[in-house]
């Protein structure tokens, strides 16, 4: 995982292939449908255009790693390059923004593999991530469930995320493998106390909804 160490300071677009590329193949797939409302009287809609953004892989999993210590509950964070957000630098915002984005950060996470099924899938899944992104060795077990998954982007993204959480108090890590692709390189791994990282997520500084949904579940569960 020498790459993990890299300090990348930008992101260099080499070539700009959207209008002649397919938009039905590779990792996200766009579905550019017609499409009609049929109504209760029998009657319909005019056509209309719908755009879809989906992938083969439906949907993903996010686990909140965190351990107790004896000031409260940490939680761990991964700072990831992100270029979809990166690319908003220079473009028109209705809220200026001076955030980079070059790094990311947000919990662990993956996509749920095909033969990944059921709650059983999502366990699976979740004990793969954690130990790819975070370094340590769960039990599927471990993993709670926390409620239903839920859509980011319901009105152009088809994908759901279940969201989950481990208990790593007293776990020893190992580096974590990462799956070897350039956009892990300059990865951050940091524990960061629970309601620090919550009040940064609602100040917007830590811009991720599914760690910020995943830790207010898992306080609603606490005693």
């Not at 005019?46 to 004896?70: E, K, N």
């Amino acid at each position: 995982m020498s790459g993990k160490q890299t300090t990348v300071t930008d992101i260099e677009i080499i070539e700009d292939f959207s209008a002649t590329a397919r938009c039905d193949e590779g990792f996200l797939r766009l579905r550019r449908l017609r499409c009609q409302n049929r109504r209760e009287d029998g009657s319909v809609s005019p056509v209309y255009r719908v755009d879809v953004v989906d992938r083969p892989r439906l949907d993903a999993v996010a686990v909140l790693v965190y351990r107790r210590s004896a000031s409260g509950l940490e939680v761990l964070t991964r700072k990831n390059l992100r270029p979809a957000a990166y690319f908003r630098k220079g473009k028109e915002m209705v809220v200026p923004d001076p955030v980079s984005y070059l790094l990311v950060e947000e919990l662990v996470a993956g996509v749920m593999e095909l033969e990944d099924k059921g709650e059983e899938g999502v366990r699976r899944r979740a004990v793969e991530e954690v130990r790819e992104e975070a370094g340590y060795e769960v039990k599927p077990e471990e993993i709670r469930l926390l409620g239903g998954g839920f859509f980011v982007a319901p009105g152009i993204l088809s994908e759901k995320v279940f969201p989950t959480a481990v208990d790593v108090t007293g776990k020893e890590a190992h580096e974590p493998e990462g799956d070897g692709s350039p956009l892990e390189e300059g990865t951050r791994l940091q524990w960061r106390p629970l309601p620090e990282v919550l009040a940064a997520c609602r100040r917007g500084e830590v811009p991720d909804a599914k760690l910020e949904i995943s830790i207010t579940r898992l306080l609603a569960e606490q005693p």
